[in-house]
């Protein structure tokens, strides 16, 4: 009886905010990275000799690397320590940006844009389910709330600032800065990241058959309905600078402000995922969803109104930055302790897969459409992904 009550006394261990703010560091300047040709699109056009849809494709390029080299290159790296993957991949994101900064030509540029994407693959296919092996599960949408909360905080800060940045001295310095920040935060992993243990011995000595564990299945669920999000929402946000000037009409001095205003109503949807909607992840999610696609579709109708438009804007950011903590908190909900790695990697994929898609569908249907009608797009696709999510709930409710 001593023993038991003894056992049942034992505090948890304490809740590792160090550790998470530094994975949320790492998170922001990958993001940072991956999104920074979105806010210096036009810069890029005029002095590469391009057109805006050509460095739209850049996303694509970047997004597309990490979703042919996310599993083959997290198998061929399975052995290495998990903290250790993220310091080298960070190394291998600051020097892609140097090598952007330093490019003579367009093809140079989508060529460091590879090399970066392939980095950006090993790094998600870690961090996507670093949070969850450094908490219990009861803790998840908490600690994956702070990690994500890195991207959320690219989109209000890294994004705006290194557009600013760029708008002032020239692209080329913004990704030079943007390099140096990463090779800092790879020092700042090292020294303050808690080292973890994975499962590559086990799946050395006894290879793990995904498609037999249960919750195969509803991770495949969950990484559909992140692409079909991601594909509408990049279809978009890769235009969203000439969409601010030549739809909504603002200055061009206005997308800094705008950028800066999306990420920081899209941190309040960050700390409501983590506070609010992430009590009861599948209704959350749901409501993120909605209110998404009535920001989109407001924005979409009301462009050109400044209170309607800009209310709208903000109501789309807000939605939407509670959408991938949402996402990650159902995945490591759905995914067993023993596949969460490779539900990670197969999140990641299916995530850029989304990006890199939407960046594409954009510039295809950029000059098919227009600006005005990319929103649009948006908003059906949002319809699908919350049709999916409604119908995979109903299903488990009636198996129950």
């Known amino acids: 009886m001593t023993t038991s009550s003894s056992a ?14 530094t994975l949320a560091t790492a998170v922001f300047l990958s993001i940072t990275i991956e999104m920074i040709p979105t806010g ?36 061929l790296t399975r052995r290495v320590p998990r903290r250790t993957l993220i310091v080298i991949t960070l190394g291998i994101l600051a020097l892609s940006c140097v090598l952007t900064a330093l490019a003579p030509n367009y093809p140079t540029v989508v060529a460091t844009r590879v090399l970066g994407g392939a980095a950006h693959a090993v790094f998600w296919s870690v961090v996507g389910a670093y949070a969850g092996h450094l908490v219990p599960k009861e803790q998840l949408a908490r600690a994956v709330s702070i990690s994500v909360a890195g991207g959320s905080l690219a989109f209000v800060l890294g994004v705006p600032l290194s557009t600013a940045l760029g708008q002032a001295f020239g692209w080329r310095l913004a990704f030079a800065v943007v390099g140096g920040a990463a090779l800092v935060g790879a020092l700042l992993v090292l020294r303050f ?14 290879p793990l058959s995904l498609r037999r564990d249960p919750t195969f299945v509803p991770v495949l669920v969950v990484c559909l309905i992140t692409m079909v999000t991601m594909v509408g929402a990049y279809t978009f946000y890769t235009f969203v600078a000439p969409f601010i000037t030549e739809v909504m009409g603002l200055p061009a001095s206005a997308i800094s402000p705008m950028l800066l205003a999306y990420g920081i109503a899209g941190a309040v949807g960050l700390l409501l995922a983590g506070t609010v909607l992430g009590r009861r992840p599948t209704v959350g999610l749901l409501i993120a969803l909605v209110a998404t696609g009535i920001g989109v579709a407001g924005l979409a109708a009301f462009a050109q109104s400044p209170v309607v438009g800009i209310a709208s804007f903000l109501l789309w950011g807000t939605a939407f930055g509670a959408l991938p903590p949402m996402l990650n908190t159902r995945l490591l909900h759905s995914a067993s302790a023993r596949i969460r790695d490779a539900a990670a990697s197969f999140y990641t994929t ?34 699908c992904s919350t049709a999916a999510l409604v119908w995979t709930a109903l299903v488990n409710r009636l198996r129950r």
Request: glycine share 14%.
């Open 40 to 75: 210096l699109l036009p810069d890029m056009s005029r002095e590469l000799g391009v057109g805006e849809p050509a460095i739209g494709v850049l996303v694509t390029v970047f997004a597309g690397t990490v979703v042919i080299a996310a599993v083959p290159l997290s198998a």
């Open 8 to 21: 049942r006394a034992t505090p948890a261990p304490p809740f590792p905010w160090l550790g998470l703010l």
């Open 350 to 383: 299916a995530f850029n897969l989304g990006i890199g898609g939407g960046a594409l569908l954009g510039s295809v249907l950029y000059g098919a459409i227009g600006l005005a009608g990319l929103p649009w797009v948006f908003v059906g696709l949002l319809v």
């Open 193 to 206: 990241l808690p080292p973890v243990a994975h499962h590559a011995a086990a799946a050395d000595a006894e």
